[in-house]
C-alpha cells in the first residue's frame, strides 16, 4: 500500500508530505508518517493538525482511524490533544534532529534539564484559565470605584470574608475575618513577622526543611534550632527555651509525614506554658489522596498559632497571594510591619480570587487537581515497584513530590547520575539543616522527586530516566 497526502496551508498552516506505506493497514502507517514527521522536524513543535474529519476526509479512510492514530501518538508523548486548542506536535523531551542537519551533526541541545523532577511546581497547564478569567472580568465589572485608590494592608475585605469561610471548611481554621492579614505568599509572611520584629528568636524549626526559609531567618537575626523528625513527624518534646516553633504539620516538608494528634496537642500545651507562638504553614494542606485532609493545628488554639497559606501550589505560583490567620495579640504588629498602604498583593486579583473561591470555583479546581497528583504519584509507585523495588517511597500520599529513600552512601552519586541523564532533582542532604549533625539528628540518603512539574505528556519518559538512575540493589 502507497498513498499520499499534501494537505493545504489553511489546514495546518504548513505544506505536509505524507508517504502512507508499509505493513500493517492504514492506522499503522499514518501512525508512522506522522511520527517520521516529527521526528524528521518536518512537523515543529506546537503543529495544530487537521481535524480527525478533515484528514480522515484526504485520505479516504474512516475517521475512527485518524482518531485512533492520534491517540496512539498522544499517548506515546509525540502529540498533545487540548479541548479547543486541538490536537499538536508536543514539546518533545529529546531535541529533535531537523531535516537541515548535515549528516554526522548532532541536535542542538535544548537549554535546562530534558526531564524537570525538581519540587515546588504544581502542574502549569492545570492553571484555571477560563473560571479565573471569568473570576477576574465580574470582580473588575463589579468593583466599587474605592478599589482603584490606596489599598488597605489587611487586604480587601471581600477575600478575607471568603477565606475565613474557605478556611474554616477545608482546613479546620478558627478566625473572623479582622483575624486575617493578606500576603504575597509564605516567605512575605516571614518577612513581615520578623524582619518587622513582630516575632523573635530562637526559633525551633525542623530539622529538613526549604534552605531559603532559613536563610531568611538568618538574614533577620533569628537563630533557628533543628528539631528531629521520625515517622510521628517533629520531634516536639524536643522543645526547650525557644521563643516559638515553625511546623509543616499537614505535611512535613520534604520528608512527606503528618504531624502525630499527641504530638499536635503536645506542641499546643507547650506554647501555652511557654508563652510561646507556634508558626504553622500549610504546606500542601489541600492535597491528601489517601483520605481527607488533616486540619489545622490552628483549631487547636488560636490565640497561640499563626497559620499561614498560599495559592503557589494549589493555583499557581505566579498568582502572588497568600494569607495569615492571626492571634489577636499581633494583628497591629503585623498591619504596623505591612505599612499604611498594601504594596505586595494586588488588590484586584484580591477580589478576583474572592469571587473565585466564593463561587465555589477553587474548590473544583482543587479535586480535579487532586485527582491529577494523585495519578501522578500512582504511576511513580507503580513504576519503582516494577523496575526498582528497592527503592522505598516514604511518607503519606500527599502532596505534590515524593521522597525516595536510597541505600545509605549513594545519595550523591545518584544525584550526580541524574544530571548526566539530563533529570534535574534534589537530594534529600540539600534540605538537612546545617546544625543537624550537632542536634544529633541522623542523616538519611533520598530523593526528593517532585511528580507535579512535568507536562503530561512527558512525564512518562521523566520516569523512565528516573528509573535509570538508581543505583543497583
Known amino acids: 500500500m502507497s498513498e499520499t497526502w499534501v494537505n493545504s496551508a489553511e489546514r495546518i498552516g504548513a505544506d505536509l508530505h505524507l508517504e502512507l506505506s508499509g505493513p500493517g493497514g492504514r492506522r499503522a502507517a499514518l501512525i508512522r508518517a506522522l ?175 526549604l534552605p531559603f526559609h532559613r536563610e531568611l531567618l538568618t538574614g533577620a537575626g533569628v537563630r533557628t534550632v533543628p528539631l528531629p523528625l521520625d515517622e510521628h513527624g517533629a520531634r516536639v518534646d524536643r522543645l526547650t527555651r525557644e521563643r516559638g516553633v515553625l511546623l509543616t504539620p499537614a505535611h512535613q516538608f520534604p520528608t512527606g509525614g503528618p504531624l502525630h494528634a499527641g504530638r499536635r496537642a503536645a506542641v499546643i500545651d507547650w506554647a501555652r506554658a511557654r508563652g510561646a507562638v507556634i508558626v504553622e504553614d500549610d504546606y500542601d494542606g489541600e492535597f491528601r489522596y489517601d483520605r481527607k485532609p488533616v486540619g489545622a493545628v490552628q483549631g487547636l488554639d488560636p490565640e497561640r498559632v499563626i497559620f499561614i497559606g498560599s495559592v503557589s501550589k494549589s493555583l499557581s505560583p505566579a498568582v502572588r497571594l497568600g494569607w495569615m490567620v492571626l492571634p489577636e495579640e499581633y494583628v497591629g504588629g503585623v498591619l504596623a510591619a505591612k505599612g499604611e498602604r498594601e504594596a505586595w498583593a494586588s488588590v484586584l486579583d484580591q477580589l478576583c480570587l474572592a469571587d473565585f473561591i466564593a463561587r465555589g470555583s477553587y474548590d473544583r479546581h482543587v479535586r480535579r487537581m487532586r485527582q491529577r497528583y494523585r495519578g501522578r504519584r500512582d504511576r511513580l509507585v507503580a513504576a519503582l515497584a516494577e523496575r526498582a523495588p528497592h527503592i522505598e517511597v516514604t511518607g503519606v500520599a500527599a502532596g505534590l513530590h515524593a521522597v525516595l529513600r ?68
Open 406 to 473: 536510597l541505600p545509605p552512601g549513594t545519595e550523591a552519586a545518584t544525584v550526580e547520575r541524574a544530571g548526566r541523564l539530563g533529570v534535574a532533582l534534589d537530594g534529600l542532604a540539600a534540605f538537612r539543616h546545617p546544625e543537624a549533625a550537632q542536634a544529633a539528628v541522623p542523616a538519611h540518603d533520598g530523593l526528593v522527586v517532585g511528580y507535579a512539574t512535568p507536562s503530561e505528556h512527558a512525564y512518562a519518559a521523566a520516569l523512565d530516566a528516573l528509573c535509570a538512575t538508581f543505583p543497583d540493589p
Open 35 to 209: 511520527r517520521d514527521a516529527v521526528r524528521g522536524g518536518r512537523l515543529a513543535p506546537g503543529t495544530r493538525l487537521p481535524p480527525y474529519r478533515s484528514l480522515a476526509a484526504d485520505l479516504g479512510v474512516a475517521r475512527n482511524t485518524v482518531a485512533d492514530a492520534y491517540a496512539e501518538l498522544v499517548a506515546e508523548g509525540w502529540l498533545t490533544a487540548r479541548q479547543g486548542s486541538g490536537t499538536r506536535v508536543a514539546d518533545r523531551a529529546e531535541p529533535l534532529r531537523h531535516a537541515g542537519n548535515p549528516p554526522g551533526t548532532a541536535p542542538p541541545r535544548a537549554h535546562g534539564p530534558r526531564h524537570d523532577l525538581r519540587q515546588g511546581t504544581p502542574d502549569v497547564s492545570g492553571f484555571p484559565r477560563a473560571d479565573w478569567l471569568a473570576s477576574y472580568r465580574r470582580a473588575l465589572h463589579q468593583a466599587p470605584n474605592e478599589v482603584f485608590g490606596p489599598g488597605d494592608p489587611a487586604g480587601r475585605v471581600e477575600l478575607r470574608e471568603a477565606l475565613a469561610e474557605y478556611l474554616a471548611r477545608a482546613r479546620g481554621v478558627r478566625c473572623t475575618p479582622d483575624r486575617i492579614v493578606i500576603c504575597s505568599g509564605f516567605a512575605h509572611a516571614l518577612r513581615l513577622l520578623f524582619e518587622g520584629h513582630v516575632l523573635r528568636g530562637p526559633l525551633a524549626v525542623e530539622a529538613y526543611g
